[in-house]
């Protein structure tokens, strides 16, 4: 595995900044987030927040990705490519936004509930939200990565949900994608040490069955093998001597719902 990069606290403030943008960006979007909202007015809402605060949104032609953010509705895991579809009650809506500011990059996500949904869909969404707070309580000096990973399994199949295994969390900062790769399954205590500095992106995509997917037509699109709903949950953070320190949290949305313990 390549050497983890080590942020300075000048690289620090630089991805505050730039996750200040990206709390924005959601907040934004969040506002027009409703049935019959199409998922291409989701992007262009983004697209323009983004750019107003000086930034670029990160997923613009990453890799040869068409759209500037990710949207993916029920079945579909990550990588959905905003279009004409109009979102209905009863839909998951995942949201996946990176931002790139001065030269810094974050990444998030979030999983919404829209009008009418049913129970099962309701805790799958809590759980993926619960797991990812879970890996990032890990995010600490002394521990090691698949301790992040062992944290947001344990979280998702006590419930009955399972992890999707061939996608993952990362590092990020000057680059979208650096080292590690952060599974979200396997045993604790294996991996590089965790050490002051190292920023990742956590992130859970958790399925309500299997773990198994499967890439649509398109390139992009990943889904559940088994056509079953999923949820997305992913946040910024840098690895401290003390509590970790969650550059993407919005406290609005998470007041109340989550402490360090």
Same mark, same amino acid.
């Given at each position: 595995?390549?050497? &983890? +990069?080590? #942020?300075?606290?000048?690289?620090?403030?630089?991805?505050?900044?730039?996750?200040?943008?990206?709390?924005?960006?959601?907040?934004?979007?969040?506002? &027009? %987030?409703?049935?019959?909202?199409?998922?291409?007015? %989701?992007?262009?809402?983004?697209?323009?927040?983004?750019?107003?605060?000086?930034? !670029? +949104?990160?997923?613009? #032609? *990453?890799?040869? *990705?068409?759209?500037?953010?990710?949207?993916? &509705?029920?079945?579909?895991?990550?990588?959905?490519? +905003?279009?004409?579809? #109009?979102?209905?009650?009863?839909?998951?809506?995942?949201?996946? &936004?990176?931002?790139?500011?001065?030269? *810094?990059?974050?990444?998030?996500? #979030?999983? *919404?509930?829209?009008?009418?949904? +049913? !129970?099962?869909?309701?805790? %799958?969404?809590?759980?993926?939200?619960?797991?990812?707070y879970r890996g990032i309580r890990q995010c600490c000096v002394g521990k090691r990565v698949s301790d992040i990973s062992h944290a947001i399994q344990l979280c998702v199949e006590s419930k009955g949900f399972s992890v999707v295994r061939s996608l993952v969390g990362h590092g990020i900062g000057r680059a979208l994608h650096e080292e590690p790769q952060i599974p979200n399954y396997g045993p604790p205590h294996r991996g590089p040490m965790l050490k002051k500095g190292m920023v990742f992106a956590v992130e859970a995509m958790v399925n309500m069955g299997l773990y198994q997917v499967q890439t649509l037509e398109d390139g992009w699109t990943i889904q559940t093998a088994d056509g079953l709903p999923s949820a997305h949950f992913e946040h910024t953070v840098v690895v401290t001597e003390g509590k970790p320190d969650v550059l993407t949290m919005d406290i609005e949305d998470n007041k109340g719902w989550y402490t360090y313990g």
């Open positions: 595995m390549s050497r &983890i +990069p080590i #942020k300075t606290a000048e690289d620090v403030e630089g991805l505050r900044q730039s996750a200040r943008l990206l709390v924005g960006t959601f907040r934004a979007v969040e506002s &027009i %987030l409703r049935i019959g909202t199409t998922t291409q007015e %989701l992007n262009e809402c983004a697209r323009r927040t983004v750019q107003t605060g000086g930034g !670029e +949104p990160a997923f613009h #032609k *990453y890799q040869g *990705y068409p759209a500037d953010i990710c949207v993916s &509705i029920n079945e579909q895991v990550v990588h959905g490519i +905003p279009g004409k579809r #109009k979102i209905q009650s009863g839909d998951l809506v995942s949201l996946d &936004i990176g931002v790139k500011l001065e030269g *810094y990059f974050t990444d998030a996500a #979030k999983t *919404y509930t829209i009008g009418s949904v +049913p !129970e099962d869909k309701r805790i %799958l969404v809590e759980t993926t939200k619960e797991s990812v």
